[in-house]
């Protein structure tokens, strides 16, 4: 019997792992945050501060707040954690290597997940002796108030730890997409990627300008992805005969030059283009002003899907419902 999770242990406290920190102590677990870095420790701190204004004006006052210990000693986060959640640099040989030592320290019942962007779960559990503990679990930022997470088995992992981690991460407020088999990149970063990718050509043809290109999905497909992705969007598109009229009506542009997926060649142009084109979209505004913005719309909007029960608003209703339950059992 695994033990119930109360403390969990983070690897790499850079913004992910600060993310996974607030998520948590926020809703009453303790965390023991690694990182090879002492002076981490301060900026994790900083950044669970700039994440709890954001949290209060989701979900109310904390029912109860977490412990949080800092700490540079890989066997303390191993012999504390009843789950560890690594976020260290993406680099694989440095995932390999972590995942091979906090698994030689830490109980074998001890799930060990990683926030990687892409690589294969496969790949990191290589060197485990305890290899069917070993999942992805990929979060998006702001890691406090985003509630995806995708899950991803490697070859050796086991069905049982796949399934215990999704309890535990609907317990902390999060939308599980459990992928059927491993692939790089995973679901949505794949998705992201073919986006940026054609954005790229399209700046590094000259054809517009980044504000244009971000300003072409601020303004339509975007307000839309926010609750319908592209498959449903493209059935309403398709008319009373949803998507298999669409499919007629669309077929011909499939085999159109519509998209170039590969990474366009660098250059200098081209990242002249680009990072100039952000510092005009930032107008004068501080990455930490625009992060402030977005986390205000991201509460709000939200708020408003749970009103319209509609995608990332159902995780918050089924969340509020769960901390309703728990407050009425405490009184
Ligand atoms: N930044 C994003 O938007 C994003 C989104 C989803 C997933 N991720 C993934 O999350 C992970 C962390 O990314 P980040 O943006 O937080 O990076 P980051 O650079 O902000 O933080 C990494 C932290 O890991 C620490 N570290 C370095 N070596 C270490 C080691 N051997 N053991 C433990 N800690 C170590 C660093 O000191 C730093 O504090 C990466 O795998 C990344 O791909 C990032």
Not at 38 to 44: G, I
Not at 136 to 144: A, K, T
Not at 158 to 166: D, I, Y
Request: charged fraction near 30%.
């Amino acid at each position: 019997m695994a033990t119930p999770i109360k403390t969990v242990g983070i690897a790499g406290t850079g913004l992910i792992g600060a993310g996974w920190a607030a998520r948590l102590l926020f809703r009453g677990f303790n965390v023991v945050a690694y990182d090879v870095k002492p002076e981490a420790e301060e900026r994790l701190k900083a950044q669970i501060k700039t994440a709890w204004p954001s949290l209060e004006a989701l979900l109310g006052k904390p029912v109860k707040k977490g412990k949080l210990i800092f700490t540079t000693d890989l066997k303390e986060l191993a012999s504390k954690a009843d789950f560890i959640h690594e976020a260290a640099p993406e680099r694989e040989d440095l995932k390999i290597r972590l995942f091979r030592d906090i698994d030689a320290a830490a109980r074998p019942d001890v799930i060990i997940a990683s926030s990687s962007s892409g690589f294969l779960p496969t790949n990191l559990q290589s060197q485990c002796q305890h290899p069917e503990r070993v999942i992805i679990g990929h979060p998006f930022n702001p890691v406090y108030l985003l509630p995806l997470v995708e899950t991803v088995p490697g070859e050796k992992t086991s069905e049982e730890v796949m399934a215990r981690a999704s309890v535990y991460f609907e317990s902390i407020g999060m939308q599980v997409l459990r992928l059927k088999r491993e692939i790089m990149g995973y679901v949505c970063d794949r998705l992201q990627e073919a986006l940026w990718r054609e954005a790229l050509h399209i700046l590094n043809k000259d054809i517009a300008t980044t504000g244009d290109i971000d300003d072409s999905i601020v303004y339509s497909a975007g307000m839309r992805w926010a609750f319908m992705g592209s498959f449903l969007t493209y059935h309403v598109a398709g008319g009373p005969g949803g998507m298999r009229d669409f499919i007629k009506q669309f077929d011909p542009t499939l085999e159109l030059d519509w998209t170039e997926l590969k990474f366009p060649k660098w250059n200098e142009a081209l990242e002249k283009r680009l990072v100039e084109g952000c510092e005009d979209q930032a107008a004068g505004r501080k990455v930490s002003e625009i992060e402030a913005k977005r986390n205000a719309v991201l509460v709000d909007m939200m708020k408003l899907f749970k009103k319209h029960k509609i995608g990332a608003g159902l995780v918050l209703d089924r969340e509020m419902k769960a901390r309703k339950k728990k407050t009425a059992k405490k009184t």
